[in-house]
């Protein structure tokens, strides 16, 4: 088992998500997930070829629309992929993928600047 950190530090807070992989159990699941999405190739020849960065991007993506748009916990995470997302297997571990930790994004009334205008 292979834990990774992915890191989105292009925003003003700082959000990352870690996720545990069984490389050998996971290896099929994550090459079915990568390839099941239009330009798939594209973005793996963007990663040399390698499925797990490739797909750990991916999840990623997805990962931080659910905790900052449709803010979702790492229960209501966890429990999105279990029910039968197209695209996606299941991230309870059962596939060799585990979700550990899916930072939440909260924005306050006082993160907004409010500027009059002429």
């Known amino acids: 088992m292979k834990k990774y950190k992915v890191i989105f530090d292009n925003f003003i807070y700082d959000w990352h998500c870690v996720i545990e ?3 050998t159990k996971a290896k099929q699941p994550i090459k ?3 390839e099941f999405w239009m330009g798939w190739k594209d973005r793996l020849a963007m990663n040399d070829n390698d499925y797990i960065e490739t797909f750990l991007q991916q999840l990623a993506r997805k990962l931080f ?3 900052y748009v449709e803010r979702y916990n790492l229960n209501g ?3 999105y992929f279990g029910d039968g997302i197209e695209g996606w297997y299941e991230m309870n571990g059962e596939h060799g993928i585990r979700i550990l930790e899916v930072m939440p994004v909260e924005i306050e009334d006082n993160d907004f600047t409010v500027v ?3």
């Open 21 to 23: 992989i069984d490389e």
């Open 32 to 34: 079915e997930m990568v």
């Open 65 to 67: 629309y659910l905790s």
């Open 77 to 79: 995470i966890i429990s």
């Open 116 to 118: 009059k205008l002429p």
